[in-house]
């Protein structure tokens, strides 16, 4: 089945540039997001890209696609504390499938 | 307020005690579901719904089962609860147009003991 892979754990420091990779299996995903988890709270949706878009800008934040090796990332500029979190990929393909498939999150750890 | 809302917070229950977990949401979302998530195993999918007569089994509905009460409610029965379904659950709402997007609940931490 589809699948999504993520990277446990990113330690920057803060003012640094942090950068979070995501693969995914589906060739047929057609959107791609990003998901940002703090601790005793929800998901929080952050930013999604549309599968035929290469980069996407939102202010600190900068969502790049390769479909051709299916690699998503999220780039945090100037990382701060607030930034510390559980961040989550999810793709949703076009193959009859109905919900997200989710990465199982990357530890996100900002040291002052 | 929040947008979608999930009662009870937290939960300790037994073994073999039947507990519901409640969804309301006030999004006019058609489109509500539920999650687990498990240290190190992200989200996992237990049912979808897409409208009140539209239910589906998700990846892990074994031991789950829902009540789509109205569009804005949607609730998670566990009907005999075991310790590995100790986790914490979500519910999510998402509307049928693009990018379908899905907005989650707070989450409900559930202790079986």
């Known amino acids: 089945g589809e699948d999504v892979e993520q990277s446990l754990f990113l330690s920057v420091r803060e003012g640094d540039s942090s950068v979070i990779n995501c693969t995914y299996t589906?060739?047929?995903?057609?959107?791609l997001y990003w998901y940002k988890q703090e601790p005793g709270a929800g998901l929080q949706l952050l930013t999604y890209i549309f599968s035929n878009m290469d980069m996407k800008q939102d202010q600190r934040l900068t969502v790049l696609l390769n479909k051709k090796d299916k690699h998503l990332s999220l780039r945090i500029a100037d990382t701060q504390t607030g930034d510390s979190a559980i961040y989550f990929c999810a793709e949703r393909g076009d193959t009859g499938r109905r919900a997200l498939t989710f990465g199982s999150g990357t530890r996100l750890q900002v040291q002052p | 307020d929040a947008d979608v809302t999930q009662t009870p917070r937290n939960r300790i229950t037994k073994t073999g005690k039947r507990i519901m977990l409640e969804c309301s949401q006030t999004?006019?979302?058609?489109?509500m579901y539920w999650y687990r998530q498990d240290p190190g195993l992200g989200l996992r999918l237990i049912y979808y719904s897409f409208d009140v007569k539209d239910i589906n089994k998700g990846e892990i509905s074994d031991g789950y089962s829902v009540s789509r009460q109205a569009q804005a409610k949607f609730s998670l029965s566990l009907e005999s609860a075991i310790p590995n379904q100790t986790a914490l659950y979500f519910c999510a709402t998402s509307d049928s147009g693009q990018p379908r997007a899905q907005y989650f609940g707070p989450g409900t931490r559930l202790l079986v003991l």
């Open positions: 999004k006019g979302h058609d489109r």
């Open positions: 589906d060739s047929s995903s057609t959107y």
